[in-house]
């Protein structure tokens, strides 16, 4: 089973991943020990040298992030037919208990990898390296990360058993099964919606309300990172059933598929950038050095400015969604 | 957006530098680009052409009946009475049941197993007239026949059977027609001594696929000494051995991935005197650390885009125009009538984000550490050198 290109592309891809993240890893906990700026001392010039690999390493590890998500999506889609009983990527993802955690992982993976980048650029803006140590911690979290995602990885697709009977989307989703998945599929669309709707033009507003005034960028981060969990959970609740036009098919992936137009594609992906932009605007704008008084409310803003595009690209395509449905619930 | 222009014309201008860079230095690139061409051009045409004929076995399953019920007699399969075909044909859900006669033929003549098969009744074109038949158009080419020869086979008995050649099968249905021989029913049994009461296998449409795998349970409960397989199973098992071969095939291949990866390496790190001069010079001049970097990124970018097309198209060119000359008996894994057919070509996304992860990632892998050294050169130390 694990051999399949895709499979294989995508295990390279976390392999080297988790090796270059973790060599950062171990620079990192070198770096927190030993950074000095004060000094001149040649093991100071190694270190500020060294930084620089870190950053491209970390860049290259955030640009491969979303394609390998992607892949890996599309692929357990593929590879549904393999397993009686999985008509969809829900189906392989169940297939054994590794396909979630690895999914989370990268999502997860895409996300911190935005954020350290943010903090990397910020960084870079001042003199004195004020960000410093934060970012350093922050990669401490982004590469023992980066090795559970390759090792969830290897033993999902090591793991895959075509025999197994899975569930398939209809079961996960529907209302005989419990879990979280089930929970929110049940929420009802009279909650769901408003709920969403409120959250989305929330976020929206403080994001404008920031660029307009300079002020709560901390809480647009907090906001765009709060977005992304409602909105999957809209996906989930009313928006993939309104897509589907079927009131008890409520599957995130299948939304990928060329049969309903890519509709997953066109939500996803302005969500996904949005919701990075949005985290980096917040994290930007929570930078207080004086060194960065000028620079980090511009980057702010300028990352502000992105994520409320994003997401209200999202929320437009969401609302062009439900329009065109022929689905009344 | 100020902020976004200047980024814009900054890398821009980047990039203009890099062209210029690798244009200075052809022949030691063109090394490079060259093997990282055959690199991606080897991998892609697996890639290609596994998938292309992924494709084609589900197209054909698509119209294969959902059950074939086969006889097992001491662990082999074995004919069945006609008695089977009544047992299961009023089963609910069952829309329709048929009894199927085919065997194989060793063709002395092209050395090669060939299949006789008497065509369904239920398809539009009637089986041939009696001393007639039609083949294959591999088989046809590999005997060079033509419509009203006559061909003359050696039966069960021992005896010769002559049969008039009254056509050849379509070229497009070549991947699964290529060695067969259709025939009328009295001819087959004729020919092999199959009794009037047996068949060789059953089949059965399925309406509702969701019933399939009852109907099959059901079939074995009133047939214990049967074999049941699901066109589910069948595709699945297609799949499986396509994607086993493909796999085997990328896995021979990732060591010719490392030995390029080892090559791109030797090539960043090994920095002649001039260039370690140069970005001693860039340096002195202003440029940053950060702007080398990108400068160098950019040239493995611009290195891996360029090969990774060149590789594709060739690999497109070589499995759908050559018909994947390389990759052919491994892939395809037919005997000695090699089918002849057209591969529908086709762009994937996936397809091309798995070749881009499976040949750019170690380039970049094996380059970046080399080229950030490069980067961070000292322009005090190099220039004094």
């Known amino acids: 089973m694990i051999f399949q290109p895709a499979a294989l592309a995508l295990l390279l891809a976390a392999s080297l991943n988790a090796l270059l993240l973790l060599g950062s890893g171990v620079f990192a906990l070198h770096l927190l020990r030993h950074w000095n700026p004060a000094s001149g001392s040649e093991r100071q ?243 207080r050095a004086d060194s960065l008084k000028v620079s980090a409310p511009r980057v702010a803003a300028g990352l502000t400015k992105v994520a409320v595009a994003a997401l209200g690209v999202f929320g437009l395509a969401v609302l062009f969604y439900l329009r065109r449905s022929n689905l009344v619930m | 957006m100020v902020t976004m222009n200047t980024w814009i014309e900054r890398q821009r201008a980047l990039i203009d530098f890099s062209v210029a860079n690798l244009g200075r230095r052809r022949g030691r690139n063109l090394g490079l680009f060259l093997a990282y061409t055959l690199l991606v051009f080897l991998l892609a045409s697996v890639v290609l052409y596994g998938d292309a004929l992924r494709r084609e076995a589900r197209l054909l399953l698509a119209d294969a009946p959902e059950l074939v019920v086969q006889r097992l007699a001491a662990g082999r399969h074995d004919l069945l009475p006609a008695t089977w075909l009544e047992q299961v044909e009023g089963l609910r859900g069952v829309r329709g049941a048929e009894g199927r006669l085919w065997g194989y033929y060793f063709d002395p003549a092209v050395a090669a197993n060939t299949t006789l098969l008497v065509p369904s009744a239920s398809l539009s074109t009637s089986p041939p007239a009696p001393g007639q038949m039609v083949i294959g158009a591999a088989l046809a080419r590999a005997r060079g026949l033509a419509v009203g020869d006559v061909l003359s086979l050696r039966g069960y008995d021992g005896k010769p059977y002559a049969f008039t050649l009254a056509g050849v099968l379509d070229a497009d249905s070549e991947l699964v027609s290529a060695d067969l021989m259709q025939v009328n029913a009295a001819d087959f049994r004729a020919f092999f001594g199959v009794d009037p009461g047996l068949y060789t296998d059953l089949v059965l449409r399925v309406a509702n696929p969701r019933e399939v795998r009852k109907v099959a349970e059901k079939v074995l409960q009133r047939l214990p000494g049967a074999r049941v397989i699901a066109r589910e199973e069948m595709r699945r098992t297609y799949e499986a051995a396509f994607n086993w071969r493909q796999g085997v095939l990328l896995t021979f291949l990732s060591t010719l991935m490392a030995a390029f990866a080892l090559l791109a390496w030797d090539k960043a790190s090994g920095l002649s005197a001039e260039e370690r001069r140069e970005i001693g010079i860039l340096k002195a001049v202003g440029w940053e650390t950060g702007d080398v970097l990108r400068m160098k990124l950019w040239e493995g970018a611009l290195v891996s885009l360029c090969a990774f097309l060149a590789g594709y198209v060739l690999a497109w060119l070589h499995v759908f125009y050559a018909d994947a000359p390389l990759f052919t008996a491994v892939l395809k894994g037919w005997s000695v009538l090699y089918p002849h057919f057209a591969l529908a070509p086709r762009v994937d996304v996936a397809q091309i984000a798995t070749l881009f992860f499976l040949t750019v990632l170690p380039f970049v892998a094996a380059t970046v550490v080399p080229v950030w050294r490069a980067a961070t050169l000292d322009p005090d130390e190099v220039m004094r050198e």
């Open chain 1, 45 to 287: 010039i190694a270190l500020e040298r060294r930084t620089y690999l870190v950053g491209t390493l970390v860049g290259l590890s955030l640009l491969l992030g979303l394609p390998a998500l992607a892949l890996f999506a599309h692929n357990a889609d593929a590879m549904a037919p393999f397993f009686t009983g999985a008509m969809c990527a829900v189906g392989s993802l169940k297939a054994n208990v590794w396909g979630m955690p690895a999914l989370l992982s990268m999502l997860a993976g895409f996300f911190l990898a935005a954020a350290w980048l943010v903090l990397n650029h910020l960084d870079g803006l001042g003199w004195n390296t004020p960000l410093i140590r934060g970012k350093y911690r922050l990669l401490l979290l982004l590469a023992p990360l980066a090795l559970a995602q390759a090792v969830l990885l290897w033993l999902y697709y090591l793991n895959l058993n075509p025999e197994v009977i899975t569930s398939c989307c209809g079961s996960l989703f529907g209302p005989a099964s419990g879990g979280v998945a089930a929970e929110m599929a049940a929420l009802p669309v009279a909650t769901a919606m408003p709920l969403f709707f409120a959250g989305w033009l929330l976020t929206l507003a403080v994001g404008v309300g920031f660029l307009a005034r300079g002020r709560f960028g901390r809480l647009f981060g907090l906001l765009a990172a709060l977005h992304f969990p409602l909105a999957l959970a809209a996906v989930v609740a009313f928006i993939a059933p309104y897509i589907y036009e079927q009131p008890n098919h409520h599957c995130p992936f299948c939304l990928l598929q060329a049969e309903h137009g890519y509709a997953g594609w066109v939500l996803y992906l302005p969500l996904f950038l949005g919701t990075a932009a949005g985290i980096g605007a917040g994290l930007a704008a929570a930078a």
